[in-house]
C-alpha cells in the first residue's frame, strides 16, 4: 500500500488566472422592460442614489460557477476525508441534519414572530435543552451561547453572579496548564485572574497542587475533562471536592464530550456548570467560522443565573419564553441563539438515540486507541496514560533533524490527510494532537497510520522533502499570521483598486 503523492509544487500564478474579470459580460439576462422606465432620481430622491462601484467584476455564468469550485477543490474538508485535528472534533455530519435544519417550517422561522405561532420552534429548543441535561446529568441549559469560548464565557458570568450573590465574587479562577487556550481568556473577560495549576507526571491535575492553590480567594476550577491530553481525570470526584468545601464551583470545559455520551455524566462526579459543543459534538459543520453553539448546562445553585430568556411551558402544555427572571446574567446573543444549528444537534441526537449516542462515544475511542497502538512505537508518548477520545504524541525524535512538528503536519497534506492539532497542548513539546472521531472506519484509520509512519521514516532519511512540503497543494507554505489576521475573503470595492494600484 503505497500511496505517496508528490505533486509538483504550483503557484497561484502560475497557468490561472485568478481575475476572470472582463469589461461588458454579463450573468445575468432581465426580460425586456414592458413598463415605463423610471427615473430613479427623481422616484427616490438624489441623495439616496449612490454612485456605481466602479470594478466590480463583470463575470458570466460559467466564470462565476468555476472561480467557486475550483476554489473549493484547493480546499480540505470534512467531506474530502480524515479530518484528525485534536480537541475540534471534526467528524463527518450526516446530511440527515442539514435536510431537517433546511425545513421551511424551522429555517423561515422568524426570531420576532409571536409565541403562539412558533411553538414548533419552542418546542425544538426546549426538547433539546432537556436532552442535553439529561446527557450531561445536569438540571438546566441555556441554549443562548454561539461557541465554546462564549458558553465558557457565560459560565464563569454566572459564577461570578452567583458568589456575588453570597457575598463575594472572589479573585481567582484555577486552570490546569494543559487547558484551551479560551479557558484563562473566559476567565480573564469575566474579571477574573487566573492562577495556573501544574499538571503532575500522568497529566493530569495533581490533588496536593490543588489542596494548597485552593483558598477562599478562588472562586471556581476551570477544568477539561476529558483533559486535552485525552486522559480522564480519575480523581475528579475528590477534585470537586476539595473546590466545594472551600465555598469554590466547579467549571467544566465541555468541548469534549464526544468522549463520554452514554458512559457517564458530568452532573453525576460534582461539576457545577458546563458548556457543550454542539458543533463539535452534536454534528454541525464547522471549521471556517460559521455559526456554532455552545450551550450551558448548570446544577441548581447556578440555575437562577441562566441568561434570559428561558424557554419553558405552561400548565396548558404551551411553550413561552421566560424574560421574568430577576437574578439573570441577562443575555448573551441576539434571540435565542444560532437556532439552525440548534435543530441540527436535536435531529442528531433524535437519529442515533441513547443506544446510538453511546456507540459514538465507545467508538471514538477505540479509533484513538487503534491509533495509539500503531504509532506508538514510531512516536514518543510522553503521558503514556489509559486514553479517550484523543491521543497526543511528541514529534521529538522526529524532529531531530532541524525539522519542525509543522514539517511533518505540512508533509500529511501530501499524503491526503489535513493535519493535525500541533504544539498544543503547551505541555507536550512538539505535541501532534490527533483526534480521529467516531466517523473514520478502519481502512481510513489504517491509511493514516500509514501516512505517519512514512513521514517518520522521511524526517530520518529525507528530512529536506519535509521541510518543502506540502509538493501536492494549490499553495505550499502560506503567511499563517497574515492569513488569520487579514484574511482575503471576498471582494471589496477599496483592495480592487488597491490591487489595481
Ligand atoms: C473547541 C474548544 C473550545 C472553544 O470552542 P469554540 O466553539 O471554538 O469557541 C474550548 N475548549 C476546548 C477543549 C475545545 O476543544
New binding site residues.
Given amino acids: 500500500m503505497k500511496f505517496t503523492r508528490t505533486g509538483r509544487h504550483l503557484n497561484l500564478n502560475e497557468g490561472l488566472i485568478f481575475e476572470r474579470s472582463s469589461p461588458g459580460r454579463t450573468g445575468y439576462d432581465l426580460p425586456r422592460l414592458d413598463v415605463p422606465a423610471v427615473d430613479l432620481g427623481a422616484a427616490l430622491g438624489a441623495d439616496n442614489l449612490r454612485e456605481p462601484i466602479p470594478g466590480f467584476p463583470e463575470v458570466s455564468e460559467v466564470d462565476v460557477v468555476r472561480h467557486f469550485t475550483r476554489l473549493a477543490s484547493w480546499n480540505y474538508s470534512i467531506d474530502a476525508g480524515m479530518y484528525p485535528l485534536g480537541?475540534?472534533t471534526m467528524k463527518y455530519n450526516p446530511r440527515l441534519n442539514e435536510r431537517v435544519a433546511g425545513m421551511k417550517g424551522l429555517a423561515e422561522s422568524h426570531p420576532l414572530s409571536p409565541e403562539s405561532l412558533v411553538q414548533g420552534s419552542l418546542e425544538v429548543l426546549r426538547l433539546l435543552a432537556d436532552c442535553l441535561a439529561e446527557i450531561s446529568g445536569m438540571d438546566a441549559v441555556s441554549l443562548q451561547p454561539p461557541?465554546?469560548?462564549?458558553g465558557?464565557l457565560t459560565g464563569i458570568l454566572m459564577i461570578r453572579a452567583c458568589l456575588s450573590s453570597r457575598g463575594n465574587p472572589r479573585r481567582i479562577v484555577l486552570i490546569p496548564d494543559s487547558a484551551?487556550g479560551?479557558?484563562p481568556a473566559s476567565a480573564v473577560i469575566a474579571g477574573y485572574e487566573v492562577q495556573s495549576l501544574k499538571s503532575d507526571s500522568r497529566g493530569c491535575i495533581d490533588l496536593n497542587g490543588l489542596e494548597r492553590a485552593m483558598n477562599d480567594e478562588v472562586a471556581a476550577l476551570m477544568l477539561?475533562n476529558p483533559n486535552?491530553l485525552g486522559i480522564f481525570e480519575q480523581d475528579i470526584v475528590s477534585i470537586a471536592r476539595i473546590v466545594h468545601d472551600r465555598g469554590g464551583l466547579v467549571y467544566m470545559?465541555g468541548?469534549?464530550l464526544n468522549a463520554l455520551m452514554g458512559i457517564t455524566r458530568p452532573g453525576s462526579f460534582g461539576v457545577d456548570v458546563l458548556h457543550i459543543?454542539l458543533?463539535?459534538t452534536f454534528s454541525t459543520p464547522h471549521g471556517g467560522g460559521g455559526p456554532?453553539a455552545?450551550p450551558v448546562a448548570v446544577k441548581q445553585v447556578l440555575e437562577p443565573f441562566l441568561p434570559v430568556p428561558t424557554v419553558e411551558r405552561r400548565e396548558d402544555r404551551s411553550y413561552f419564553l421566560n424574560w421574568d427572571r430577576p437574578d439573570s446574567i441577562g443575555k448573551v446573543k441576539a434571540f435565542y441563539g444560532n437556532f439552525l444549528t440548534l435543530v441540527r444537534a436535536l435531529a442528531y441526537i433524535l437519529a442515533n438515540g441513547a443506544e446510538g449516542l453511546r456507540e459514538a462515544s465507545q467508538v471514538a475511542i477505540l479509533n484513538a486507541n487503534y491509533i495509539k497502538h500503531h504509532l506508538r512505537d514510531v512516536y514518543d508518548l510522553p503521558y503514556d496514560e489509559p486514553i479517550l477520545h484523543e491521543v497526543v504524541f511528541s514529534s521529538r525524535r522526529q524532529t531531530r533533524n532541524n525539522l519542525t512538528v509543522m514539517d511533518l503536519a505540512k508533509r500529511l497534506m501530501d499524503y491526503g490527510f489535513h493535519p493535525p492539532t500541533v504544539a498544543f497542548p503547551l505541555i507536550v513539546q512538539g505535541a501532534l494532537m490527533i483526534e480521529p472521531s467516531e466517523t473514520e472506519s478502519r481502512q481510513e484509520l489504517d491509511q493514516f497510520i500509514h501516512a505517519m509512519r512514512c513521514i517518520a521514516e522521511e524526517a530520518d532519511t529525507d528530512p529536506d522533502l519535509l521541510k518543502q512540503a506540502p509538493h501536492s497543494t494549490r499553495v505550499s507554505r502560506l503567511d499563517e499570521v497574515q492569513a488569520a489576521r487579514r484574511p482575503v475573503l471576498r471582494w471589496k470595492p477599496d483592495e480592487a483598486d488597491e490591487q489595481d494600484s
Avoid at 461557541?147 to 462564549?150: F, P, Q, V
Wanted: charged share 15%.
Fill in positions: 480537541s475540534c461557541a465554546g469560548a462564549s465558557e484551551h479560551t479557558n477539561t486535552t470545559d468541548a469534549n459543543n458543533h463539535k456554532g455552545g
